[in-house]
């Protein structure tokens, strides 16, 4: 499924408005003028489950805000092999500005909702609007920090600290509230088992036990394989050792 909706002719400012992530995203930096000029040239659709957002060394046109969902970002090698490198959520910045070719592959690992736009109308703007700049800056830093939290994840925690750190991850990016450990945090899992496992460097079967010890130990309850509750977000993260 992909589902566009030209917003060309709507009432942009009150669209925008209304954009749930617009404040925490690079629009943020934006004034209501602004907003119009990238909204004349902006569509917003939903992309199903599966599909490819980006493509290894496709030729970069567009960029995108992610408005919901998940993206699963992988790098490949020559002989097929795939690495699955980071995930992306509301209110990330899909793409790299200033580069002609993108250098990983995108994929919705949920029905994920975007925000599109022409590259050279961001990369203009970001010459008139030192602020937006400035976002796209911290969005890479923060980015860059969380690369390198994840080296350690990956190089130097227990497989069980592994699937705690990744159950962790998910809960506190898709729930703002979980970070301030405010009352239970409920989400589908949005990678496979197999991803999981390719994600953090495990088996699947590793994966799957680890889950379990978790569910034993009352830090998760998981109903129907994919529905993960955590009662207590400071729990789950001193299994992280976080």
């Not at 290894?56 to 993206?71: K, R």
């Not at 207590?232 to 992280?240: E, K, W």
Request: hydrophobic share 40%.
């Amino acid at each position: 499924m992909n589902v566009r909706q030209d917003i060309h002719n709507s009432d942009i400012p009150v669209l925008c408005r209304s954009c749930e992530v617009r404040h925490k995203g690079v629009c943020g930096a934006l004034n209501a003028d602004q907003l119009v000029t990238l909204s004349k040239h902006s569509s917003k659709y939903r992309v199903a489950a599966g599909e490819e957002l980006v493509a290894d060394s496709e030729h970069v046109s567009t960029y995108s805000n992610v408005l919901a969902g998940v993206v699963k970002l992988s790098k490949m090698l020559s002989d097929g092999r795939q690495q699955i490198v980071g995930l992306q959520f509301a209110p990330d910045f899909l793409g790299r500005p200033f580069r002609t070719e993108s250098s990983l592959n995108a994929v919705a690992a949920t029905e994920v909702s975007l925000c599109s736009f022409p590259a050279s109308v961001i990369e203009r703007m970001m010459e008139e609007v030192p602020e937006l700049e400035r976002r796209l800056l911290k969005q890479t830093l923060n980015e860059l920090d969380e690369a390198r939290d994840w080296m350690l994840t990956l190089g130097r925690k227990t497989a069980a600290e592994k699937v705690a750190s990744f159950l962790h991850l998910v809960a506190v990016n898709i729930d703002p509230e979980a970070s301030v450990g405010r009352g239970p945090v409920a989400y589908d899992l949005p990678l496979t088992r197999a991803d999981i496992a390719d994600f953090l460097g495990l088996t699947i079967e590793t994966v799957s036990r680890q889950m379990t010890k978790l569910r034993k130990e009352g830090v998760i309850e998981i109903e129907h394989n994919r529905q993960i509750t955590i009662p207590d977000i400071g729990r789950l993260g001193l299994h992280a050792n976080i």
